[in-house]
């Protein structure tokens, strides 16, 4: 009877052994299959979820069964969530040390072009009432170079554009690119203001100043006119 029983302990601890082997074989190919190594507590966040779990207890006491680990992974996860959500976005600010035309201009280093509005070109010529021809698009730096003067002008970085960010910029609490809309020396570029510059515009437009004087092309018409001619 001994003997049944020493035999039945020793295959009851194969019995176990294995089924340990097998259960940390699965956890370990789970780790893998979603990646992530396991940090000190046994646990890690899962790479395509984001969500943080644990495979294997470590640790001891230290991890308070890994609550806080799993804490400040949801935490920094939320946190995160939340900036996407609210749109956190840049900000720069300095002073203006070249303007290029009616809507690019050096912020520092930075060369930033105006979100939501386009100016004429520097080249671009238009049209007054009387038949006059204007430079319109040296007339439009001017008139930026008359909104940011020699104060310190901030930015709010809304994107990118080949080798410039895009930003809406403000000298103290006058937006520029509205400024030069309001005077009819830029146009509201809707595909990307979503109506924030609509009313200055309709205002500039009944009231006949700048471009509206007369007739003029718009700026990214012009310019596809000028690619479309080899200029």
Not at 131 to 146: D, I, N, P, Q, Y
Request: aromatic share 6%; proline share 1%; with cysteine.
């Amino acid at each position: 009877m001994s003997c049944f029983r020493l035999v039945g302990g020793v295959l009851f601890g194969l019995w176990l052994c294995l089924g340990w082997a097998g259960a940390e074989s699965a956890l370990s190919h789970e780790a893998l299959a979603h990646g992530g190594g396991l940090d000190r507590c046994g646990g890690h966040l899962n790479r395509k979820t984001g969500s943080y779990h644990r495979h294997r207890n470590r640790g001891g006491a230290s991890c308070l069964s890994g609550r806080r680990s799993e804490a400040r992974a949801i935490k920094a996860e939320k946190g995160a969530q939340k900036s996407k959500q609210e749109g956190v976005l840049e900000k720069v600010a300095g002073r203006v040390v070249r303007i290029v035309d009616g809507d690019t201009f050096w912020l520092a280093r930075l060369k930033v072009r105006l979100w939501g509005v386009d100016s004429p070109e520097l080249q671009q010529s238009c049209v007054a009432a009387e038949g006059e021809v204007w430079r319109c698009g040296e007339e439009a730096r001017a008139r930026l170079r008359s909104v940011v003067g020699a104060g310190e002008v901030r930015c709010v970085v809304r994107g990118r554009s080949y080798d410039r960010v895009v930003g809406r910029c403000f000298v103290g609490a006058e937006d520029v690119g509205g400024a030069l809309v309001v005077g009819g020396l830029a146009v509201e570029d809707a595909r990307y203001s979503g109506g924030e510059y609509g009313e200055s515009e309709a205002k500039a437009r009944v009231g006949r100043v700048g471009m509206w004087r007369g007739c003029f092309t718009e700026p990214r018409r012009w310019r596809a006119r000028k690619r479309d001619c080899g200029e």
